[in-house]
């Protein structure tokens, strides 16, 4: 179970969990990544981060040496767990927001701007030992190797308060990955207690960018390195008065200059170190003096920071970050060694963190080419409620996973496993199959035909209308019925959807049957302008390498994006595979059902052949089941046919379940005789609404 619940409204509640099966028993996953779920996690965060950003920004799992972040895709971390999920999410979110408001330009031009402050990079070589003579070498060497890295993490710093606050003001609802991932990389206890020590108090980098990093934690201290002036500096408060890069590498390089300024120089002796004011800090003489933007030099007054500055926390902050504030009799705890040890390693991680280094488990090639192809073929995974009578005679509520595949490809052929199709049995045969389908959908569709056809009825001797006026000479007799009216009647646009039961039992004759007549019926609606059909295939069946059994509803083909060719080319590769999920598959795909049947005359035609069976989804609560669905489409307009594929044995007992799910609409045929689908259809297809 997730312990945050920021995913919870829209993450499956199994995500991360070994499923259970229909009985409750335990079904460990098999090894590996789920292809499907990956792909429907980089969705969600895809959806999120285009909804955050207003911008439709690529997500994409972490490759070979590809963890970072380029300034155009986000990349995020394959890892499923549920301890790093909405932290992933946050960080996410975070670079696409990176993506939005941060112009990378400044970050990459920053060596040539550095260079251009001539007055404090001269002073600054002078201090750190650059001789005249070279004084040209030390110029590029520190701009390049000393000041950027330096420079570049206060941007970074600065720039994430600022990313940050957008975020929380233009969209609160995210703040919890926001708060997730912080927890993740700055809220480590060891932070707290490295923050409330006098570890990194000395006057050094190091010591600046861990306190300057963790800033606005509430443990910070303002007490040492006179970072109560950078805290007024920043003024985190007013954070948003900076309205863009360029605004913050400007005061990141005036914090530079303040703290390089604090630093002793390397021909320094540290023994010389003077108490400066304020604070009682022990700090360097300034042997630079200060110098403003341009790098000019200027009087520093050091004045006192204003009484209220904004550091001191307020509730709950203030009760985990008073330990150290001055003027707390209690003094910093030591750390130990150990804790010192932790304390650098998380402290690397958030340098990881500001320098977009931070690892992201990866996917195999393999994995990748697999959730592109269910990506392309819009593979989506529905939940299904249903409810079956249990041995005791309760009624119990079950829920399953549907696998729902919207586009059926050749690259999903290639590159994902599943019992749905085939690629080197039967498929010259199945070719064989559907050209028989297409010779006698051109019979059908002449049958049909009528349907694209407008009909103009006139009515003659008519006491209202438009004179007729071959009836005019009447009138001198006395003749009143001299009007006539035209009738114009045309069908309104038509919608088949035929579902088709691939289950194992249906292999041999029943599905060649079924194959032939649906592609018999898609080629009739080929030759009807306003008929559009869909072709769809269900069974309990496997999707992705050792992935466990599933119900799975394949839609083969849809005449609205595809052409005579998609038949052609990818039905072949259909073929039969495990069992009959029958309702749970209507059930997944009702709603496009309905949503493309509005304004139309919609008609779904079902061939099955037998009981509907998957797991406990059986006998007669399943028909009751399946009936439902039915009904449902009924509801909202749909005409149902259904045929039954019969074979050589007939069972009563399935037949009597066909009725029980299909009701009146259930027909039992030999589809070999094209002339009795197309009577059954007409009673349909021909009907006037």
């Not at 993490?153 to 600065?158: C, P």
């Not at 400007?250 to 200059?257: N, Y």
């Not at 330990?323 to 402290?347: C, F, T, V, W, Y």
């Not at 996917?363 to 939940?383: R, T, Y």
Request: aromatic fraction near 10%.
């Amino acid at each position: 179970m997730l312990k945050s619940s920021s995913s919870s409204f829209w993450l499956d509640k199994d995500f991360f969990n070994d499923d259970n099966d229909q009985w409750g028993d335990v079904v460990v996953k098999p090894k590996g990544k789920d292809p499907m779920k990956l792909a429907g996690y980089r969705r969600a965060i895809g959806n999120f981060v285009s909804i955050v950003t207003g911008q439709s920004i690529p997500v994409k799992f972490n490759t070979s040496g590809d963890s970072y972040t380029d300034g155009k895709t986000v990349t995020i971390s394959s890892s499923l767990k549920d301890k790093d999920f909405d932290s992933a999410v946050g960080l996410a979110l975070h670079e696409g927001s990176h993506i939005k408001l941060t112009d990378f330009s400044t970050l990459g031009d920053l060596e040539d701007w550095v260079k251009n402050q001539d007055g404090f990079m001269n002073a600054l070589a002078i201090k750190h030992g650059a001789m005249d003579s070279s004084l040209e070498n030390f110029d590029r060497w520190w701009s390049s190797s000393y000041i950027c890295p330096k420079l570049g993490s206060l941007i970074n710093i600065i720039e994430d308060r600022r990313i940050d606050y957008w975020i929380y003001k233009n969209a609160p609802g995210y703040r919890g990955y926001y708060e997730a991932l912080y927890d993740k990389y700055f809220n480590a206890k060891i932070i707290d207690k490295g923050l409330q020590s006098d570890e990194y108090t000395d006057l050094d980098w190091d010591s600046y960018m861990f306190r300057i990093c963790n800033i606005t934690n509430p443990n910070r201290r303002l007490d040492v390195l006179e970072l109560r002036t950078i805290w007024n500096m920043l003024d985190l408060k007013n954070i948003a008065r900076l309205k863009n890069t360029n605004e913050v590498r400007d005061l990141a390089w005036e914090i530079f200059k303040f703290i390089e300024n604090k630093l002793p120089g390397l021909e320094l002796d540290k023994k010389e170190e003077c108490e400066c004011e304020g604070e009682g800090e022990g700090q360097s003489e300034d042997v630079m003096g200060d110098f403003d933007k341009n790098g000019d030099a200027k009087d520093c007054d050091g004045g006192d920071a204003p009484a209220d500055d904004g550091s001191k926390a307020e509730g709950e902050e203030a009760k985990k970050g008073s330990g150290n504030q001055k003027g707390n009799a209690k003094m910093p705890d030591e750390l130990s060694d150990r804790q010192k040890e932790q304390l650098k390693k998380a402290i690397k991680v958030q340098e990881n963190f500001q320098n977009n280094e931070i690892k992201k488990t990866g996917i195999s090639k393999k994995l990748q080419k697999q959730m592109k192809a269910m990506e392309d073929s819009g593979v989506e995974i529905k939940n299904v409620e249903y409810e079956r009578e249990s041995y005791y005679g309760e009624h119990v509520k079950r829920n399953v996973d549907v696998t729902v595949i919207k586009n059926f490809t050749k690259d999903l052929v290639k590159n994902v496993d599943s019992g749905m199709w085939c690629t080197w049995y039967g498929v010259d045969t199945r070719k064989e199959w559907i050209a028989e389908g297409i010779r006698r959908g051109v019979v059908l569709g002449k049958k049909l035909k009528v349907r694209a056809e407008q009909r103009d009825t006139k009515f003659n001797r008519q006491r209202t209308g438009r004179i007729d006026k071959r009836m005019i000479s009447a009138a001198g007799y006395g003749a009143e019925a001299i009007f006539a009216k035209i009738e114009n009647f045309a069908y309104n646009p038509g919608m088949i959807h035929i579902s088709i039961d691939n289950s194992g039992s249906m292999n041999g004759m029943r599905f060649q049957k079924a194959v032939t007549t649906a592609t018999a019926i898609a080629k009739a609606c080929s030759m009807i302008e306003n008929m559009d059909c869909i072709i769809s295939f269900r069974a309990g069946s496997n999707i992705g390498d050792d992935r466990n059994h599933c119900p799975v509803i394949l839609i083969a083909y849809d005449s609205r994006k595809h052409g005579m060719s998609q038949i052609k080319t990818m039905l072949p590769y259909c073929c039969t595979s495990g069992i009959t999920p029958e309702g749970l598959c209507f059930e997944a795909i009702m709603k496009d059902i309905v949503d493309s049947s509005r304004g139309k005359d919609s008609y779904f035609v079902n061939m099955s052949d037998g009981q509907p069976y998957y797991n406990d989804y059986c006998g007669e609560s399943a028909c009751k089941h399946t009936r439902e669905q039915v009904k449902k489409m009924q509801r909202e307009g749909i005409k149902v046919i259904s045929y039954f594929i019969t074979g050589p044995h007939r069972y009563e007992s399935d037949m009597e379940s066909f009725k029980l799910m299909y009701g009146k609409e259930a027909q039992f045929i030999d589809t070999n005789k094209i002339t009795e689908v197309a009577k059954t259809l007409n009673s349909k297809f021909l009907e006037i609404a």
